[in-house]
């Protein structure tokens, strides 16, 4: 209930806003469907979806120190409550974040890391999610998430990762081991 009324918010504060206070410029698309405002907004969008002020700063020190825009500041905090929204772990973006201020890279890198990242983070949790539906449920499933994005981020196809599941084989030499994510399948096939 309380993730519902979360996307209830991001929807209602999330849609197009032609203004931004002096010295905030607006946001541009961040994603499908929805333009987000200030940084102001943003930051009650991240509440919103659950991210507690805690985060919210830290996000906020990384972003200053990398030299981030405060248009550069709040696209981080929407993909930082998206995340938490889809249910997927925010706390891999963010380790993302303080990994690229800690390389120097520049904001348009370290964003596009982000954008890969989540987008790596959802087709993890698919896989998740399929891997549950065939009897291999998560022990935890957000350290699931990120265990399958680790591998699919090092270039491991998704069906070598179901099968590494479904098989009880570890992947090769060097890539994470999802198989310690999932609990084993009572189902004989």
């Known amino acids: 209930?309380?993730?519902?009324?979360?996307v209830g918010v991001l929807v209602l504060l999330g849609g197009?806003?032609?203004?931004?206070?002096?010295?905030?410029?607006?946001?541009g698309r961040l994603g499908p469907g929805s333009l987000a405002g200030p940084l102001e907004e943003v930051r009650l969008q991240?509440?919103?979806a659950g991210l507690s002020k805690d985060r919210i700063r830290e996000a906020e020190e990384a972003c200053e120190e990398a030299g981030f825009?405060?248009?550069?500041?709040?696209?981080?905090?929407?993909?930082?409550?998206?995340?938490?929204?889809a249910g997927l772990p925010d706390r891999d973006l963010l380790s993302k974040l303080r990994e690229g201020?800690?390389?120097?890279?520049?904001?348009?890198?370290?964003?596009?890391?982000l954008d890969r990242r989540t987008l790596t983070l959802r087709r993890a949790a698919a896989l998740v999610d399929r891997l549950t539906l065939a009897g291999f449920p998560?022990?935890?499933?957000?350290?699931?998430?990120?265990?399958?994005?680790?591998?699919?981020?090092?270039?491991?196809?998704?069906?070598?990762?179901?099968?590494?599941?479904r098989e009880n084989r570890p992947l090769e030499a060097g890539l994470p081991d999802v198989r310690v994510a999932f609990r084993r399948s009572k189902h004989p096939w």
């Not at 825009?69 to 929204?85: I, M």
């Open 101 to 113: 201020v800690a390389k120097r890279a520049g904001a348009d890198a370290i964003l596009r890391a």
């Open 138 to 165: 998560p022990v935890e499933r957000l350290t699931a998430v990120e265990m399958v994005a680790d591998a699919l981020w090092a270039g491991v196809d998704a069906s070598r990762i179901l099968r590494s599941v």
């Open 69 to 85: 825009s405060s248009a550069e500041t709040a696209r981080v905090l929407l993909l930082l409550a998206r995340a938490r929204v």
């Open 46 to 48: 991240a509440r919103a």
């Open 1 to 6: 209930m309380k993730r519902w009324l979360a």
């Open 16 to 27: 197009p806003t032609g203004w931004a206070p002096a010295g905030e410029p607006a946001v």
